[in-house]
């Protein structure tokens, strides 16, 4: 904007990405790092149909709940969104954010829902299992870290406040090998150089872990000595594979994938389950509130011995085997062919003979199963953030089960789905459990049970 004004306002609310929102001219105003109930002074910056954007400038009258940030590049990563509000406060307005998408999609009878208050981490810090740092060239020097909130502009680390602190050790000395063996990261612009991605997962008890370099090509100099020297610095990394990525996109992983060394999982325990897990597998980013977020579903689901279950999306499966004891059967499908190898292998070693897997989409298997008379008693379902396919919807309101427990990593598609959903299911309650602290998402955990006529 030309000569942009400047505005006092009072923050009434945070936004679905942590922002705060105030009102000028009438219409909507978001001011990043803002809290409610502050008054702060901002730069309008531009304007956008029926909202403005603003900067903040500085605060007249501090809210309460407003911490210094601990993490040096905070303003800058984009990573975190939160770390200037205390946790009690984050825990709040992730309760809120529902409350937010509730009356937004307005599902029916949604004003009389039971929102729990959200499920918080006793440390909010350090608990990521998986680290996707990009690798760019930064001043002449190799360096791994994520890209500046809507940009590509990498933007180094070295230490982050949100990662178990093994990824971070790993991912550090892989670059100082690389910058040792002067290999060539990737140039966005030019479409040049070799190495991508590092993508490090380790379990939660940080004695495992599983390193994947993204290359463009299928070239990997110095591999052999990268291997010995990464492998004996640290000796929990159990595996080392390179993925290729031709393609440019915004997907990390391309469809190659070479075993360079070592072995092809890592093992997590999740409530006495122990699962296996291979490099594209899907597993939840923070196993202690895992934990918690799978004995709320357990809680949702009141499983009996005597029930059958269908565990959709189950990836790995995670939530299905951690409920298998409990139930008489599991039937699990994902489209991901290598996270049902898992979830077969898993159930294999826990000595599970109630559970199947199956490679294909609920939509499909559902009706097909109802045809030869095998009807759920309950679903699970746990979708990406896009929410539940539209066809898979449709089967839920024509093949429905007496219990439907819907776990969500976005409350507004959850909210979306739920117009739906809540024509058939009576929604008994949500429960939020801030799975990602400092951060603007959370998981909900949905209670539903067949309407009667």
């Known amino acids: 904007m030309k000569n942009p004004a400047k505005a006092t306002v009072t923050i009434k609310r945070l936004g679905i990405n942590g922002e705060g929102i105030a009102y000028y001219q009438n219409k909507i105003l978001f001011v990043p790092n803002a809290l409610p109930k502050e008054k702060v002074l901002c730069e309008?910056?531009?304007?956008?149909?029926?909202?403005?954007?603003?900067?903040l400038l500085k605060i007249l009258k501090k809210s309460p709940q407003r911490v210094m940030p601990p993490c040096p590049i905070y303003d800058t990563c984009g990573g975190c969104q939160l770390q200037h509000l205390n946790s009690a406060g984050q825990l709040v307005f992730k309760k809120d954010l529902l409350k937010q998408a509730l009356h937004k999609f307005k599902p029916e009878g949604f004003k009389n829902y039971l929102?729990?208050?959200?499920?918080?981490?006793?440390?909010?810090?350090?608990?990521?299992?998986?680290?996707?740092?990009?690798?760019?060239?930064?001043?002449?020097?190799?360096?791994?870290?994520?890209?500046?909130?809507?940009?590509?502009?990498l933007i180094p680390l070295e230490?982050?406040?949100?990662?178990?602190?093994?990824?971070?050790?790993?991912?550090?000395?892989?670059?100082?090998?690389?910058?040792?063996?002067?290999?060539?990261?990737?140039?966005?612009?030019?479409?040049?150089?070799?190495?991508?991605?590092?993508?490090?997962r380790c379990n939660e008890a940080q004695t495992e872990a599983q390193l994947v370099v993204v290359t463009r090509t299928d070239s990997f100099p110095f591999a052999k000595e990268m291997i010995i020297e990464v492998t004996k610095k640290f000796p929990e990394i159990k595996s080392f594979?390179?993925?290729?990525?031709?393609?440019?996109?915004?997907?990390?992983?391309?469809?190659?994938?070479?075993?360079?060394w070592g072995v092809k999982t890592i093992e997590e325990t999740i409530n006495h389950t122990t699962f296996s897990l291979s490099p594209r597998a899907f597993f939840q980013l923070n196993p202690a509130q895992t934990k918690v977020l799978y004995a709320e579903a357990k809680k949702a689901l009141e499983p009996n011995k005597n029930e059958t279950l269908i565990?959709?999306?189950?990836?790995?499966?995670?939530?299905?085997?951690?409920?298998?004891?409990?139930?008489?059967?599991?039937?699990?499908?994902?489209?991901?062919?290598?996270?049902?190898?898992?979830?077969?292998?898993?159930?294999?070693?826990?000595?599970?003979?109630?559970?199947?897997?199956?490679?294909?989409?609920?939509?499909?298997?559902?009706?097909?199963?109802?045809?030869?008379?095998?009807?759920?008693?309950g679903i699970i379902v746990d979708p990406p953030r896009s929410g539940l396919d539209d066809a898979l919807l449709k089967t839920l309101m024509t093949h429905p089960v007496k219990k439907l427990v819907y776990v969500s990593c976005n409350v507004s598609t959850l909210a979306r789905d739920l117009v739906t959903l809540g024509k058939k299911y009576h929604v008994e309650y949500l429960q939020s459990v801030d799975m990602f602290p400092q951060t603007a998402r959370c998981e909900v955990v949905v209670k539903m049970r067949l309407k009667t006529i």
């Open 44 to 55: 309008i910056i531009s304007s956008k149909g029926n909202f403005f954007q603003g900067k």
């Open 115 to 153: 929102l729990k208050d959200t499920l918080g981490m006793n440390d909010p810090w350090y608990y990521r299992n998986k680290a996707q740092f990009p690798l760019r060239l930064v001043q002449g020097k190799i360096k791994a870290g994520l890209f500046k909130e809507n940009s590509h502009d």
């Open 159 to 200: 230490n982050c406040l949100v990662q178990l602190p093994l990824t971070q050790k790993i991912a550090n000395y892989v670059v100082s090998l690389m910058e040792k063996y002067h290999l060539s990261p990737f140039n966005e612009k030019k479409n040049t150089g070799d190495f991508k991605t590092l993508v490090i």
């Open 241 to 260: 594979m390179q993925n290729i990525q031709p393609e440019k996109t915004s997907l990390i992983f391309g469809e190659k994938t070479k075993e360079l």
């Open 311 to 377: 565990d959709a999306y189950c990836g790995v499966g995670t939530i299905g085997l951690s409920l298998a004891p409990f139930v008489k059967e599991v039937r699990g499908m994902d489209i991901i062919p290598e996270a049902i190898e898992d979830a077969k292998e898993n159930a294999k070693r826990l000595n599970l003979e109630n559970t199947h897997y199956f490679v294909g989409k609920a939509e499909q298997l559902i009706p097909q199963w109802t045809k030869k008379n095998f009807v759920a008693d």
